[in-house]
């Protein structure tokens, strides 16, 4: 199994550009994330799915949408980028039962992108 | 607000050291806790904790989980080079959503 698998892996955009991050999974899992992570800090939620053609906001959804048409993949979009876009962002995934008090499994990542936006 | 809040920031110790690293959480409908390892690139799960006061082990590492003061250890004995990495923690307190600490950055010289 490949994992999580993100594409690029770096990439430098230019203020107001737009651009799709890739994430795909082939472990089958039904939970998939979109995270940001800034120098020195935590990850961020951007956006979660709990399965396919259902997505939701996270922490800090503003500026980004994603879609997921399948169960492997889950792109990132960022329509207008602006400087505080710059960050790495990583993509996960996990299985979860979907009961109310079971807890979802442990997440597995992908290496990240990182980006800048200048 | 969900908030998880890890202790100390940063932490530098020699090699045999032993380290204990804090993550304290506010959340409510509390299912989870864990505990990440993140050397250059993506975080690698470490623990899960669910239940309070049984510890988790693996290796030199261990954690427990205190659900009534609302917090979670980390231990590392014996502490060598190849632990220098940030520790995250992570508290799901809604299916699919976990927030997460700010880590603590471990550096273990020789």
């Known amino acids: 199994n490949a994992g999580v698998t993100q594409t690029p892996k770096f990439r430098i955009l230019k203020i107001g550009q737009s651009m799709t991050l890739q994430c795909t999974q082939d472990m089958n899992h039904n939970y998939m994330y979109w995270y940001r992570q800034d120098p020195g800090m935590g990850l961020k939620l951007i956006y979660y799915?709990?399965?396919?053609?259902?997505?939701d906001k996270g922490e800090v959804p503003n500026g980004y949408n994603v879609s997921r048409s399948t169960t492997e993949d889950f792109p990132l979009r960022l329509e207008l980028a602006a400087p505080s876009q710059t960050s790495v962002y990583f993509c996960?995934?996990?299985?979860?039962?979907?009961?109310?008090?079971?807890?979802?499994?442990?997440?597995?990542f992908g290496p990240g992108t990182r980006l800048t936006v200048l | 607000e969900d908030k998880v809040v890890q202790s100390p920031l940063s932490l530098v110790v020699h090699e045999g050291d032993t380290v204990t690293l804090n993550c304290s959480y506010e959340?409510?409908?509390?299912?989870?806790l864990l505990w990440y390892k993140q050397e250059k690139k993506a975080p690698t799960f470490l623990f899960m904790l669910?239940?309070?006061?049984i510890e988790k082990k693996s290796g030199r590492l261990s954690s427990i989980l205190d659900k009534k003061e609302l917090f979670s250890i980390l231990n590392i004995t014996a502490t060598q080079t190849g632990d220098s990495a940030i520790y995250l923690c992570?508290?799901?307190?809604?299916?699919?959503?976990?927030?997460f600490g700010d880590g603590t950055t471990l550096t273990v010289k020789p």
């Open positions: 799915s709990v399965g396919a053609g259902i997505t």
């Open positions: 996960a995934s996990s299985y979860s039962m979907g009961r109310p008090i079971v807890p979802t499994d442990t997440q597995y």
């Open positions: 669910t239940s309070s006061g």
């Open positions: 959340v409510t409908n509390f299912r989870s």
């Open positions: 992570a508290v799901e307190a809604q299916a699919g959503k976990s927030t």
